[in-house]
C-alpha cells in the first residue's frame, strides 16, 4: 500500500486538505442561500463524502504487497480487530453530528465566523487529546503555541460576529426608519426573474439587484433562502456552533486511537488498523448517521424548514452537483487529513482546521460579508485572520515523525 512517511510530503497532504476542507462548507452555504432545503443537499453530500473513501481504500490502500504489520485494505476487513474499528466508528458519528450541526449554524451565525468557532474549538480540545495519544511526537512549546493562536482566534471571531450583527441591526433599523418617514424600502425591488442560476455562471451577487451588504440585499437573502434566520436568537446560533464545536473536536483522536492504538485494546500480533482501512469504517458510520437524521428531517425539520419527502429529494435537481462536489472535496480533505497525521502526528495535522482562512474567502467573495460593516468589524476580522496565519505556522512547525517500522 502507499504509505507517506516523509514529513514534507505530509505537510503537502495537510495543505491541500486545508484547501479542500474550507471550500465544501462554501457550496453547501451558496445552496441554504438559494433557497435549497438542507436535507436534501445533505443526503447528496453524503453519497460523494463516502465515495471519496472507497475509492481511496480500493487504490492507496491496495497497491504493493501486503506486509505483516501493516495489511492491505481487504486484509485487514477480515481480521479480528474490532476495538479499533469501533473507535473509527465512533469518530464518524461525532464528525456527522458536527456537520449537521454546522449546516445550520452556517444559515444563523454566517459561513465564516461558524468555521473560525468550531476549528478554533476543534485544535484547542482536539489537538491537546491528539497530542498524548501520539505519545508526544510533536514539539509541545510549538505546538501548544499554536493552540494558544487557535483560542484568541476564537474569542476574536465571537467578536466579530457580535460586532456584524450589530452593524446588521443598525441597517435594519435605519431601513424601519426611513419607511416610517414615508420612503418604502427598495426591497420592493426584489425580483425573483433575476435569480439568475449559479450554475449557468453568475455568483450570488449578481441575482440580486441589491448591493452586498446593503439592508436590501439582507432582506431579499432572507426571502431565498431556505432557513429564515431573521428575528432569531444570536445566542441561539453560537449554541449550535459550540455543540458542533464539541462534537468535531472528538473526531481526530477517535481515528488516532483507532489508527495507533495506544490504550492497547487490540489482542497480540493482531496489527493497528492502516488509516485507509480506518477511513473507510469511520466514513460508513458517518454517512449511517447523516443520511438517516435527514431522511428524518424531510418529515420532521427543524429550525423552520420546511417539509419535504423522499421522492421530492430524488426529482430536486436544482444544484444537485454542486452539493456532490462538496461532498467529494470533504471526503479527499479529511483523507488527506489523516494521511498526514499518520505521518507527522494527528496534532500537527490539526492545522488543517485553519480552513476558516479559506472560508472567510469565500464567505466575502460568494456572499457578500462582511462589505459595508463598521470599521470596528474589520479590524477584528484582520486580527483574527492574522492570528490564524499564525497558528497553521506554528503547528505545521511543530509536525514530527511517527516511525512505520
Not at 472507497?54 to 485487514?76: C, D, H, R
Not at 454517512?287 to 421530492?312: D, E, H, Q, W
Not at 468589524?377 to 484582520?382: V, W
Request: charged residues 15%.
Amino acid at each position: 500500500m502507499f504509505i507517506v512517511e516523509d514529513k514534507g510530503s505530509a505537510i503537502a497532504l495537510m495543505c491541500a486538505s486545508l484547501i479542500f476542507l474550507g471550500t465544501w462548507p462554501a457550496l453547501l452555504t451558496l445552496l441554504e442561500r438559494r433557497g435549497r432545503l438542507p436535507q436534501h443537499t445533505y443526503l447528496d453530500y453524503s453519497i460523494t463524502n463516502l465515495l471519496a473513501p472507497v475509492l481511496i481504500a480500493l487504490t492507496l490502500g491496495q497497491l504493493g504487497e501486503s506486509k505483516e504489520n501493516m495489511p492491505n485494505f481487504f486484509t485487514q476487513l477480515s481480521q479480528d480487530n474490532w476495538p479499533s474499528v469501533l473507535f473509527a466508528i465512533a469518530g464518524g458519528v461525532v464528525l456527522s453530528v458536527g456537520n449537521l450541526c454546522t449546516q445550520y449554524a452556517w444559515a444563523y451565525v454566517g459561513l465564516s465566523i461558524t468555521e473560525v468557532i468550531v476549528a478554533s474549538m476543534v485544535v484547542v480540545i482536539g489537538t491537546t487529546l491528539n497530542y498524548f495519544l501520539d505519545n508526544r511526537i510533536n514539539r509541545a512549546d510549538i505546538l501548544f503555541t499554536g493552540v494558544a493562536c487557535f483560542l484568541v482566534a476564537v474569542i476574536l471571531g465571537t467578536s466579530v460576529h457580535s460586532s456584524n450583527a450589530a452593524d446588521n441591526k443598525e441597517k435594519l433599523s435605519g431601513s424601519t426608519n426611513r419607511k416610517n418617514g414615508g420612503t418604502e424600502p427598495s426591497s420592493q425591488l426584489i425580483d425573483k426573474d433575476v435569480l439568475v442560476d449559479i450554475e449557468k455562471g453568475a455568483s450570488t451577487e449578481y441575482a440580486t439587484r441589491a448591493e452586498a451588504g446593503t439592508v436590501e440585499y439582507l432582506v431579499e437573502l432572507e426571502q431565498r433562502r431556505s432557513i429564515k434566520v431573521f428575528g432569531s436568537s444570536t445566542l441561539m446560533g453560537l449554541g449550535i456552533v459550540f455543540f458542533a464545536g464539541v462534537c468535531l473536536s472528538l473526531f481526530s483522536p477517535a481515528l488516532n486511537l483507532a489508527t495507533n492504538d495506544p490504550w492497547h485494546t487490540l489482542k497480540d500480533g493482531v496489527p493497528h488498523l492502516v488509516v485507509y482501512t480506518a477511513f473507510f469504517y469511520f466514513s460508513i458510520s458517518c454517512f449511517a448517521v447523516g443520511t438517516g437524521l435527514n431522511i428524518l428531517f424531510l418529515y420532521r425539520p427543524m429550525a423552520g424548514v420546511p417539509k419535504s419527502s423522499f421522492k421530492a429529494y430524488l426529482n430536486d435537481w436544482d444544484g444537485r452537483q454542486w452539493a456532490l462536489l462538496a461532498g467529494l472535496l470533504c471526503g479527499l480533505g479529511n483523507g488527506f487529513q489523516f494521511m498526514g497525521g499518520q505521518a507527522a502526528g494527528y496534532a500537527a495535522a490539526d492545522a488543517v482546521e485553519a480552513l476558516p482562512l479559506v472560508s472567510t474567502f469565500w464567505g466575502i467573495v460568494l456572499f457578500g460579508e462582511y462589505r459595508k460593516s463598521s470599521r470596528k468589524t474589520y479590524t477584528l476580522l484582520a486580527f483574527m485572520l492574522l492570528m490564524f496565519v499564525a497558528a497553521v505556522a506554528t503547528l505545521m512547525a511543530s509536525a514530527g515523525h511517527r516511525s512505520t517500522k
